[in-house]
Structures are given as C-alpha cells and as structure tokens.
C-alpha cells in the first residue's frame, strides 16, 4: 500500500541520500588510489582487487538480499544493509594492510547491494503508479549525482586530511539514513513469506561472480585472454542452470526465489534489458571522458569532476520529467526518445579534438546525460509497474544485476576499441622496445615515457591517438544507444499498468489477463498481449 502524504516524499528523500553514499564510496575510491598505493604498501594487483572486490560482492549478492528483504521485511534489510555499510566504511579507513582493505571492500559490496536493492523495491511500496516516474527520476539523479560528487569531495579531503577520513565520511551518512529510514519509511515485507533457496542462492551468486569477474579481467587483459571467456562461459551457464532450477520449483508448485512468471510480461523483461543497453551506451562517457579531462586537457581529478556536470545536469533534466514525458508519448516512445538523445549526444561527442572546447563537451554529455536519465527512469518505472509489491526486493535484484553486468561489459568493450584504436595511431619512431611497450599500454604510460624523455612530439602523438580511441570508443557506445532505440521501439510496451487484481502471488498483469482471456486495456486477449499506451494514466 503506498504511503500518503509527503511523509512518502520525505523518505525518498532518505534512500536518495543512502544511494549517494553508496555512489560516492565508488567513485572517491578511484581518487583515492595513488595514496592507498603508497600508505598500504599495495601492488598494482592489490589495486585492481580493492575495486574488483566490491564490483564482485555487489554484484553476487544483489539476489539473495532482495529475497531476503521479501522474506524478513525491506525496512530492516535497508536498516541492517546501512550499518553494515557504516561499519565496513570503517574498517576501510582503519585497515593496514592490502588484505585488509580487500576484505572490508567485498563486506561494503554486500552491504552496497542492500542499499541498492532495498531502496529501489521501497519504491514499489511508498508510491502509487502514477507517482513511481517521478520517484525514479529523483532516485536516478541522486544515483548519478556521485559522478562529479566523488572526485570533488575526495580529492579535496585528500588534499587537507588524512586518507581514512574519505571512507569514515560514509559512516555518519549511513547513520543518518538509518534514522530517517527509520522514521519515515514503512515497513513491508511479501505476505506470503518466500522459502530460503539455498541452492538458488549458490547459483545465482556463482553465476554472477563468473560474469562480472570475466568481464572485468576482459577489460584489464583484452578479449584474447581465455581466462576471462572461461569465467564467462562458466558464469553464463551456471545462470541457465539457475534459472532452469527456479523454473522447475515453480512447475513442481514450490516457491521459487526468482519467480519466472515475471518474464512473462514484455514491460518486464525489456525493461530491464534496456536498462541494461543504458548501462552499455553511457559507459563509454563515464569510463574515457575523465580520463581525457587529465591525460590530454591536463585537469585534475577535481577538475574532472567539475567538467562532468554537464552530464549529470542532463541527466537530473531527463529523470526529473521521465514521468509527464512517458504520460504524454507512452513508455515506448519515451525509452526510443531517450536514447535518440544518447545516441545523438555520442555521435556528436565522436567529433572530440585535443583541442575541443568546454562549450562543445558540456553540449554534447548534457544532451547523452538527458537521454541516459529519461530512458533509465521510465524502463525503471516499466519494470516496477509490473512487479507485485511482495515480489520487489528480488525483481529489483534481477534489475539491479543486469545493471551492475552492463557497466563492465560496457568498460571492457569501449575500453579495447579505445585501446586497439590507440595504439594503432602512435609514432613511437625512435623509442626503446621497453619504452615502446610502456607507450601502448596506455594514455598515462605514454605521457609519462613522453616526459621523461621530454619529447612534445612523443607527448602530442600520446594525446592525438588517446583522442582518436576516444572517438571511436563514443562511436561504438553510440552504436548500442542505436540498437536500444530500435529494441524499444520493437519490444517494449507503449503502456504499463500495475499488476492486476486479484492476481496470484507473483503473477504479472499479462499472466493474470491471459488467464481471464482479456486484454490488458480491458479489451479481448488474442495473440500477443497488448499493454495500455503511458506509464500512469497515459493518453
């Protein structure tokens, strides 16, 4: 039942500051590394481990925290999710020892995948269909808000303080969200309560450490790296595998932990396969455009983080309306406009020079950053309108995995088109075989041979291939933007409505009219079902 009042504003409120802290917990971290490096004593092997770590944990666990959320109240999953956030924050800013940070790195990724989840089923609870756009949209810009947030705040607190303070800076913030959780969110949990899957459990979570962990190592060793197709292959299956299991429990007529009726409903499954598309078209931005801030405009990481507001403006300006927008062209028109407006902003943003103005970059992010928000809002609020309230917390694990897979997909494709493109484009006439090979790893290894052998021509060369990388990486995120448009246009629906009355527990709008033999507007069912045009009341 959705909370009255502005009490329900008031709480989004809430979880939009719990997800802030979960998003600037990522994006402090990679300011902070060059100082971990040197107080922790790390390798550069302990450095790709004190991010894998966390991406690895949030992910495998987005699952099983959603079930249990269902099973034992999201109220005390979000609660439990944020002090536990709070104190592996903690244990973070006191660790001595690469071992150490790790560990308290792949707790945080848990306690991430609490916040995250829960928060996002609390929405199905405390709004009404009509109101839920407009919450995504506040909940996405909050989401997003970290990306210029994180480099800002981090690299002026380690400018002026001690290193743990950008990880003890969580704690305070999740207290605070545990309070006002505490006081202003409702508590709900699945009437029915789902049986604890051990077995489900084990399979996703296997199944989406394989993946994550493949696609990571694909982006740090190339595509040519077996180790990284044998996690993915091996991680693929174990999720057929997963799913074959749900499915048997649930025609064996046990509760299964992923109910699979819910992909009976188009608004459902392409919803969150679209929002896995953003994920894939809008990486290429987030991963190379800092990197071209400080490698060939000569910016710092808080002067990156200001060069990225343009996106994140876009962004709040496409998320904040997703909700009149979808009511007056339908989701399907909405989703397909939203990522015109990627694509149009990536195609444009493939015209990047060395030499390009901040006029001409803020343009063309903002215009990426309103088709990102716009598109993310309203297939957020597609799959939502189809989820039974008591079934949220695990779909909103099913929503949340295929994003948290997208990103380092998108990383490891944009990262080896930029990279191939790159080194394709170097002169490393007169180098060393040693000095060569450090120029191809990349923009930073090119840049640091170029001055040290103070050669601006080395040095411009460097800059020119990154930039051109560059181009080609936003062309290829522009080409998924393109194949989303198309998708959204072909699959998704042009109108959600809520789960239908009286339905069964975990059946879906389209599973309950099937079995009525009506339409999902209130016509004759017959064929494919049809859904109503517009995300709320619709036109």
């Keep these: 039942?959705?909370?009255?009042?502005?009490?329900?504003?008031?709480?989004?409120?809430?979880?939009?500051?719990?997800?802030?802290?979960?998003?600037?917990?990522?994006?402090?971290?990679?300011?902070?590394?060059?100082?971990?490096?040197?107080?922790?004593?790390?390798?550069?092997?302990?450095?790709?481990?004190?991010?894998?770590?966390?991406?690895?944990?949030?992910?495998?666990?987005?699952?099983?925290?959603?079930?249990?959320?269902?099973?034992?109240?999201?109220?005390?999953?979000?609660?439990?999710?944020?002090?536990?956030?709070?104190?592996?924050?903690?244990?973070?800013?006191?660790?001595?020892?690469?071992?150490?940070?790790?560990?308290?790195?792949?707790?945080?990724?848990?306690?991430?995948?609490?916040?995250?989840?829960?928060?996002?089923?609390?929405?199905?609870?405390l709004f009404t269909e009509e109101e839920r756009p407009k919450a995504v949209g506040i909940w996405s810009a909050a989401n997003f808000l970290a990306l210029p947030l994180g480099p800002l705040l981090g690299g002026w607190m380690l400018t002026h303080f001690w290193w743990g303070w950008v990880f003890l800076l969580n704690a305070p913030v999740a207290v605070l969200g545990v309070l006002v959780v505490w006081a202003l969110v409702p508590d709900s949990r699945a009437a029915e309560r789902p049986r604890l899957d051990a077995i489900g459990a084990l399979l996703s979570t296997a199944g989406l450490v394989g993946v994550t962990y493949g696609l990571i190592r694909a982006g740090e060793f190339g595509w040519d790296d077996a180790g990284a197709w044998v996690l993915i292959v091996a991680g693929l299956a174990v999720l057929v595998v997963f799913f074959a299991h749900q499915r048997r429990l649930s025609a064996s007529g046990r509760r299964p932990m992923l109910d699979p009726g819910l992909f009976k409903s188009a608004s459902f499954t392409w919803g969150v396969i679209l929002i896995g598309v953003v994920a894939l078209a809008n990486i290429g931005v987030i991963f190379a455009m800092p990197q071209y801030f400080q490698a060939v405009q000569g910016t710092d990481a808080m002067g990156s983080g200001v060069r990225l507001l343009p996106l994140i403006g876009g962004l709040v300006a496409g998320a904040v309306p997703a909700d009149r927008i979808a009511r007056l062209l339908g989701a399907r028109l909405a989703v397909a406009t939203g990522f015109a407006a990627i694509a149009a902003g990536l195609l444009l943003g493939s015209r990047t020079g060395p030499t390009s103005g901040e006029g001409f970059l803020a343009s063309w992010m903002a215009l990426s950053g309103?088709?990102?928000?716009?598109?993310?809002?309203?297939?957020?609020?597609?799959?939502?309108?189809?989820?039974?309230?008591?079934?949220?917390?695990?779909?909103?694990?099913?929503?949340?995995?295929?994003?948290?897979?997208?990103?380092?997909?998108?990383?490891?494709?944009?990262?080896?088109?930029?990279?191939?493109?790159?080194?394709?484009?170097?002169?490393?006439?007169?180098?060393?075989?040693?000095?060569?090979?450090?120029?191809?790893?990349?923009?930073?290894?090119?840049?640091?041979?170029?001055?040290?052998?103070?050669?601006?021509?080395?040095?411009?060369?460097?800059?020119?291939?990154?930039?051109?990388?560059?181009?080609?990486?936003?062309?290829?995120?522009?080409?998924?933007?393109?194949?989303?448009?198309?998708?959204?246009?072909?699959?998704?629906?042009?109108?959600?409505?809520?789960?239908?009355?009286?339905?069964?527990?975990?059946?879906?709008?389209?599973?309950?009219?099937?079995?009525?033999?009506?339409?999902?507007?209130?016509?004759?069912?017959?064929?494919?079902?049809?859904?109503?045009?517009?995300?709320?009341?619709?036109?």
């Design 1 to 125: 039942m959705p909370a009255a009042g502005q009490q329900k504003w008031w709480a989004l409120a809430a979880l939009s500051l719990s997800m802030l802290a979960v998003g600037l917990d990522g994006t402090i971290l990679s300011v902070a590394l060059p100082e971990l490096s040197h107080a922790l004593h790390a390798t550069e092997t302990d450095l790709q481990w004190f991010s894998s770590s966390y991406l690895l944990f949030l992910a495998a666990a987005m699952l099983p925290v959603g079930l249990l959320g269902d099973r034992y109240g999201r109220k005390k999953a979000l609660i439990g999710s944020l002090l536990l956030f709070a104190l592996a924050s903690m244990a973070c800013a006191w660790a001595d020892s690469p071992w150490q940070f790790i560990a308290a790195r792949s707790v945080l990724g848990v306690a991430g995948a609490g916040i995250i989840v829960m928060a996002l089923s609390a929405l199905t609870v």
């Design 370 to 539: 309103f088709g990102m928000g716009l598109a993310m809002a309203t297939a957020t609020s597609a799959v939502l309108s189809r989820v039974p309230e008591e079934r949220s917390g695990v779909a909103a694990g099913v929503l949340q995995a295929v994003n948290k897979v997208g990103a380092p997909l998108g990383s490891a494709v944009v990262g080896s088109v930029l990279l191939a493109a790159y080194q394709s484009h170097l002169n490393l006439g007169g180098l060393s075989p040693a000095q060569a090979d450090e120029t191809r790893s990349g923009v930073f290894g090119g840049l640091l041979v170029a001055r040290e052998n103070g050669s601006t021509g080395l040095r411009d060369s460097v800059r020119d291939s990154f930039t051109h990388g560059l181009d080609r990486g936003l062309l290829v995120s522009a080409g998924f933007a393109l194949v989303g448009l198309v998708a959204a246009l072909l699959f998704l629906p042009g109108r959600t409505s809520g789960p239908a009355a009286g339905a069964e527990p975990g059946a879906t709008p389209d599973t309950a009219a099937a079995g009525t033999g009506t339409g999902g507007a209130g016509g004759p069912g017959k064929g494919r079902q049809e859904e109503p045009h517009g995300l709320a009341t619709g036109t």
